[in-house]
């Protein structure tokens, strides 16, 4: 009888992971870290289960840039869609010819690195902006270089994407933008054309588990829309507090896990 009642667990952890993964992802992102290790929980071979878990987790993202619209930059839309498309694509099919342990080694020091940066950004941002000649207009790096500092942040977003949403805000914060809801919904936004993207690509490449898929995916969606008006009604610093606190803590677990 309790031979029986496993599968009925694994399938609660993967509603109640799927639920928290888009939470954390319309707040500060890495929902992955919970909603790909329940997919590997279920039987499913690693890459097939990261490619699952991003066509799980994307309508939470839609449900999530939906609810965070008037906070979008729309100058610089142009450049989050070219360079989450591009970069999206070219993760997806680098990851469907890799290894998953490749990947997985990669995600502690991204999240560490990542979370350091955007940490540092907000003062950095402060003092490049007391230098300047106005100092009370903000400034910005140029639009060219925002899409090569995108890119590669959305070619690992195809490739596996926890995480990805601290070195998104990060590459924006530096290059002159500090508004903490701003950064948030470009975040959301460029995470999840980026997934689109990778959705498509892993579709035609026959990598999905769709009864898993579609289970996990509608409480993504649930969870991606409350976690960003939770978000939106929140203090820009103990939003970006909760942002560097929650990449740590993620880093040191998978360090921990990997060692």
């Known amino acids: 009888m309790l031979n029986g009642l496993v599968p009925h667990w694994h399938y609660l952890w993967l509603v109640t992971a799927s639920l928290i993964a888009g939470v954390m992802n319309a707040m500060a992102g890495g929902g992955s870290f919970v909603s ?3 997919m ?8 097939q289960a ?14 999530s840039v939906t609810a965070l619209r008037h906070d979008l930059r729309r100058d610089l839309l142009p450049v989050v869609l070219a360079a989450s498309v591009l970069g999206g694509v070219g993760g997806a099919v680098l990851l469907l010819h890799t290894r998953q342990i490749t990947f997985l080694h990669m995600v502690p020091w991204l ?23 106005q100092p009370h207009k903000e400034r910005s ?3 060219l270089a925002l899409f090569f500092a995108l890119l590669p942040v959305c070619l690992y977003i195809g490739y596996f994407g926890a995480g990805a949403g601290f070195l998104i805000m990060t590459a924006l914060a530096l290059f ?18 980026s997934n689109l993207s990778a959705v498509v690509t892993f579709i035609f490449g026959g990598a999905i588990v769709w009864h898993y898929c579609l289970l996990s995916m509608i409480f993504a969606g649930v969870g991606g829309y409350v976690g960003a008006l939770y978000a939106r009604r929140m203090n820009a610093n103990v939003l970006r507090t909760i942002v560097v606190v929650t990449g740590c803590a993620m880093a040191a677990y998978f360090f921990w896990r990997n060692g």
Not at 50 to 63: D, E, K
């Open 176 to 193: 002159g933008l500090e508004k903490m809801h701003e950064l948030n919904a470009l975040k959301v936004t460029a995470a999840c054309l």
């Open 111 to 133: 999240l560490l690195v990542a979370s350091v940066l955007f940490g540092l950004s907000g003062p950095v941002g402060r003092w490049l902006k007391a230098r300047s000649d």
């Open 36 to 38: 790909f290790p329940a």
């Open 40 to 47: 590997l929980t279920m039987g499913i071979a690693p890459i």
């Open 50 to 63: 990261n490619a699952t878990n991003t066509v799980a987790l994307w309508p939470g993202q839609v449900t």
């Open 141 to 143: 790096g140029g639009k």
